[in-house]
């Protein structure tokens, strides 16, 4: 069953993207994961999942495997990983990919899930519940497929704690106002909004974690920030080329400075089904 995603964002339909945007998009989400400050994001987080040797666990928006692979690694041979991801692409690459590990890769829409009531003893969900329509919803199929007494691992992105220095404000928040809901989720406040979904959804021992990522030069924000990205096609940039050349035009000149500074906030909430 194709996922209900936003029209928005390409990391939220990659499929629709033209292969070489597909291609581009797979390549920085690698870039991605070995970025230190997401490391650092996701180290925090599965220090407070913690999942146990022969755990079932489902990684829910799996990527390119490469958290299923780790988490496959903790649960040992007795356990087992299902990584679920809505883009068949992403899946081939997961595949492509494979260590031997005892990891499943199968395509899924995390609001409908196609797996048994309490039929996992974990769930790791990392930066998906930002694109989809209806969070709640997601929420409630990661918790019915959960056992009671496991675990539910979120992370996710608060977009409106975004900020820069060393750049003129104005034009700052020009760009991020434009970005949101094309090159990053109208879902800004996401990361924060975690908690209070898994209180709601009766889980029981929730752990609301920030960790503020820390960029101190352009090139390592552009990893993970669009925005400061030049490599970025200018024709899905929601702003005219003038303001593009000019905003590129402060960032380069303030990491030559060297007083570059952005700042995101990743949440990472564990909770236990009751």
């Not at 999942?51 to 489902?58: I, Q, R, T, Y």
């Not at 990361?191 to 352009?218: E, H, I, S, W, Y």
Request: include cysteine; glycine fraction near 8%.
């Amino acid at each position: 069953m194709k996922p209900v995603q936003m029209e928005r964002t390409p990391f939220a339909d990659l499929d629709r993207q033209p292969r070489e945007m597909t291609a581009m998009l797979l390549a920085a989400l690698d870039e991605m994961g070995r970025h230190p400050e997401i490391r650092r994001v996701r180290r925090t987080a599965m220090d407070a999942f913690r999942p146990a040797p022969g755990w079932h666990v489902l990684d829910a928006g799996s990527g390119a495997g490469e958290v299923a692979r780790s988490i496959a690694a903790e649960v040992g041979p007795a356990g087992r990983v299902t990584a679920l991801d809505y883009s068949a692409a992403t899946i081939a690459a997961a595949v492509e990919r494979h260590d031997g590990s005892n990891v499943r890769y199968t395509t899924g829409d995390v609001s409908a899930i196609d797996l048994p009531a309490d039929s996992v003893d974990g769930v790791w969900c990392e930066r998906v519940l930002q694109h989809v329509d209806d969070a709640d919803l997601a929420v409630s199929e990661l918790v019915r497929v959960t056992r009671p007494g496991g675990r539910l691992c979120l992370v996710d992105t608060d977009w409106s704690s975004l900020a820069f220095d060393g750049v003129p404000p104005a034009m700052a928040r020009t760009v991020v106002a434009a970005m949101h809901g094309r090159l990053t989720p109208k879902q800004i406040d996401m990361g924060r909004t975690l908690r209070r979904r898994l209180v709601g959804k009766g889980l029981r021992d929730v752990r609301a974690l920030p960790v503020t990522c820390v960029f101190g030069d352009p090139a390592s924000a552009g990893v993970v920030l669009p925005m400061v990205n030049p490599m970025v096609p200018e024709d899905v940039w929601p702003t005219g080329p003038g303001v593009r050349d000019k905003w590129f035009s402060h960032v380069d000149e303030a990491g030559a400075r060297g007083d570059f500074l952005a700042i995101l906030t990743i949440w990472a909430v564990v909770g236990t089904v009751a």
